[in-house]
């Protein structure tokens, strides 16, 4: 562990949580403590730009000062870590907070004191004023070397492939920022441009190399293969279509002898004979932002094939017409569920977040649109009830709880005998105390976004009075740096939303990749 400074403060320390979203762990703050806060006219930390290396906790001493430079004492500050550190948010009451670097790349960190509403808001939320930034840069661990992705075209001459590698880190794991630049043996056997586009120029062997930026390397030894394609044949030869609309066309390049010739990376191009913005893909999709008349054409060597396609416009907007407003401007609405209830009403639910008080799920009647009528609502121990979901039947519903007083979050199950008056029938916490930020319920398999490890858990509902664990999958087993902030499943995939890693998407009863 690192320390910064020798600074001593009297109104700084640390509640440490590591939410995915930093709003659900704001702390609440006295009438006193508010007052205190606008006292703070700075926010000073001891070092100027904090750098730290990926997995390194580091302490960070920070002082509030008032308008004379004296320390304030009784007031509350925040730090939001912007950047690839965790928490990302820290509640500070004593000399000093600490961080964990986590994700490699430059940020900021943003320092803030808590005031009365009226004085101050930050993100959205009232009663906090910002006061100071920090400069900060998480590094990676060193790279110790390149692997090296297998071509996905055989390299023919006449073709260009992209080359592809991996740096690795000494710890076994992906380089978040180390580049790879490539050279060719033999230039005039295949070319390769920096940035590793390779182009077959006669048949041979040559060593295309990699390296990064410190010296590390790794080699290819890559065959290039005469171009056997004599012909191409594209259909349909002509389509029209909307913008917007994809055009899929079935694309075959031929040898000598008529055998199709799988394995070659066609040059695929657009051109526009009226209009401008299509753009086609290596599956042979097309697709256009712009209406107009596109030529589509696929070549390799001295074989070629065209299409033409007419892209009109689709229909312009229509307007939205605003049909009623159940408004809660005491609290902050999250996530909702709309469905038929088992006596035949439609109903809404919704859950709250952490401005205002997000301990309730709010029970609407929406059967008559222009007229939502709040009914009722279920009161948990939580600060964020951010997500609520019911069961293809209608039988029984769950919500989820971040921040509970009792670090027993996890979901409640209600039941929905009266879904105009929901009870709770059951809760589950056991390994999910870090807090459940989303679900999703497909039949008696409920998907679960767990705070507390960046995992999605998967939970038995075949009976709603008693759920059970049934597995959980991981991105990658034993990183904590990426956050899972939602899932949603359907025709048999789960898809998983990454704060910092995209989409990933899983086969959970698809039957066609092994779920």
């Given at each position: 562990?690192t320390r910064?400074?020798?600074?001593?403060?009297?109104a700084?320390?640390?509640?440490?949580?590591s939410?995915v979203?930093a709003?659900?762990?704001?702390?609440?703050?006295?009438?006193?403590?508010?007052?205190?806060?606008?006292q703070?006219?700075?926010?000073?930390?001891?070092?100027?730009?904090l750098?730290?290396?990926?997995?390194?906790?580091?302490?960070?001493?920070?002082t509030?000062?008032?308008?004379?430079?004296?320390?304030?004492?009784?007031?509350?500050?925040?730090?939001?870590?912007r950047a690839g550190?965790?928490?990302?948010?820290?509640?500070?009451?004593?000399?000093?907070?600490?961080?964990?670097?986590?994700?490699?790349g430059?940020?900021?960190l943003?320092?803030?004191?808590?005031?009365?509403?009226?004085?101050?808001?930050?993100?959205?939320?009232?009663?906090?004023?910002?006061?100071?930034?920090?400069?900060?840069?998480?590094l990676?661990?060193?790279a110790?070397?390149?692997?090296?992705d297998?071509?996905?075209?055989t390299?023919?001459?006449?073709?260009s492939?992209q080359?592809s590698?991996?740096?690795?880190?000494?710890?076994?794991?992906?380089?978040?920022?180390?580049?790879i630049s490539?050279r060719?043996?033999?230039?005039?056997v295949?070319?390769?441009t920096?940035?590793?586009?390779?182009?077959?120029?006669?048949a041979?062997t040559?060593?295309?190399?990699?390296s990064?930026e410190?010296?590390i390397?790794a080699d290819?030894?890559?065959?290039?293969?005469?171009?056997?394609v004599?012909?191409?044949?594209?259909?349909?030869?002509?389509?029209?279509?909307?913008?917007?609309?994809?055009?899929?066309?079935?694309?075959?390049a031929?040898?000598?002898e008529?055998?199709?010739?799988?394995?070659?990376?066609?040059?695929?191009?657009?051109?526009?004979?009226?209009?401008?913005?299509?753009?086609?893909f290596?599956?042979?999709?097309?697709?256009?932002?712009e209406t107009?008349?596109?030529?589509?054409?696929?070549?390799?060597?001295?074989?070629?094939?065209?299409?033409i396609?007419?892209?009109?416009?689709?229909?312009?907007?229509?307007?939205?017409e605003?049909?009623?407003h159940?408004?809660?401007?005491?609290?902050?609405?999250?996530?909702l569920?709309v469905?038929?209830g088992?006596?035949?009403?439609?109903y809404?639910?919704?859950?709250?977040?952490?401005?205002?008080?997000?301990?309730r799920?709010?029970?609407w009647?929406?059967?008559?649109?222009?007229?939502?009528?709040?009914?009722d609502?279920v009161?948990?121990?939580?600060?964020?009830?951010?997500?609520v979901?019911?069961?293809?039947?209608?039988?029984?519903a769950?919500?989820?709880?971040?921040?509970a007083s009792?670090?027993?979050?996890?979901?409640?199950?209600?039941?929905?005998?009266?879904?105009?008056?929901?009870?709770?029938m059951?809760?589950?916490?056991?390994?999910?105390?870090?807090?459940?930020?989303?679900?999703?319920i497909m039949?008696?398999?409920?998907?679960?976004?767990?705070?507390?490890?960046n995992?999605?858990?998967?939970?038995?509902?075949?009976?709603?009075a008693?759920?059970q664990?049934?597995?959980?999958w991981?991105?990658r087993?034993?990183e904590?740096n990426?956050?899972?902030?939602?899932?949603?499943?359907?025709?048999?995939y789960?898809?998983?939303?990454?704060?910092?890693?995209?989409?990933?998407?899983l086969?959970?009863?698809?039957?066609r990749?092994?779920g």
């Amino acid at each position: 562990m690192t320390r910064f400074g020798t600074m001593r403060a009297a109104a700084l320390a640390v509640l440490l949580t590591s939410a995915v979203d930093a709003t659900a762990q704001m702390p609440t703050a006295t009438p006193e403590q508010r007052t205190a806060g606008t006292q703070v006219t700075e926010i000073r930390f001891a070092t100027e730009e904090l750098v730290v290396r990926r997995d390194e906790t580091v302490t960070l001493e920070v002082t509030l000062f008032d308008a004379e430079g004296n320390p304030v004492e009784g007031a509350i500050a925040l730090i939001f870590a912007r950047a690839g550190f965790s928490p990302s948010l820290s509640i500070l009451s004593g000399p000093s907070i600490e961080l964990t670097g986590q994700q490699p790349g430059s940020g900021s960190l943003i320092a803030a004191i808590m005031v009365p509403e009226s004085d101050g808001s930050m993100f959205g939320l009232a009663g906090v004023r910002q006061l100071a930034t920090l400069p900060v840069t998480v590094l990676d661990h060193p790279a110790a070397s390149i692997e090296l992705d297998d071509l996905s075209h055989t390299p023919y001459t006449g073709t260009s492939l992209q080359m592809s590698g991996t740096v690795m880190t000494d710890r076994g794991a992906k380089h978040a920022t180390a580049s790879i630049s490539w050279r060719s043996s033999d230039p005039s056997v295949a070319a390769v441009t920096g940035s590793g586009i390779l182009t077959g120029l006669a048949a041979g062997t040559v060593t295309v190399s990699a390296s990064t930026e410190n010296g590390i390397t790794a080699d290819a030894t890559i065959s290039v293969v005469e171009n056997p394609v004599r012909s191409i044949s594209m259909t349909p030869g002509t389509a029209s279509t909307r913008t917007g609309d994809v055009v899929e066309f079935d694309i075959v390049a031929r040898d000598v002898e008529g055998r199709a010739v799988t394995d070659i990376a066609l040059d695929l191009a657009v051109s526009g004979l009226e209009g401008n913005g299509g753009f086609v893909f290596e599956d042979g999709t097309f697709v256009a932002e712009e209406t107009g008349a596109y030529r589509v054409l696929a070549s390799t060597g001295p074989a070629s094939a065209a299409a033409i396609v007419e892209v009109s416009a689709r229909q312009g907007p229509v307007a939205v017409e605003l049909v009623a407003h159940g408004p809660r401007a005491d609290v902050a609405t999250s996530d909702l569920w709309v469905f038929e209830g088992r006596d035949g009403e439609d109903y809404a639910y919704t859950g709250t977040h952490a401005q205002g008080g997000g301990q309730r799920m709010f029970v609407w009647r929406v059967t008559d649109p222009t007229n939502p009528v709040l009914v009722d609502s279920v009161v948990v121990d939580a600060r964020v009830v951010n997500d609520v979901k019911v069961s293809d039947d209608a039988s029984w519903a769950i919500i989820t709880r971040e921040n509970a007083s009792t670090r027993r979050n996890g979901i409640v199950v209600l039941d929905l005998e009266d879904p105009a008056h929901p009870t709770v029938m059951a809760e589950m916490t056991d390994g999910l105390t870090g807090g459940i930020h989303n679900v999703w319920i497909m039949g008696d398999i409920v998907y679960a976004v767990n705070d507390g490890t960046n995992a999605m858990n998967i939970i038995d509902m075949s009976d709603p009075a008693n759920p059970q664990h049934a597995g959980r999958w991981e991105l990658r087993p034993g990183e904590t740096n990426k956050s899972l902030h939602d899932v949603w499943a359907e025709n048999g995939y789960a898809y998983l939303s990454y704060w910092d890693d995209g989409l990933v998407i899983l086969d959970v009863g698809a039957g066609r990749h092994g779920g």
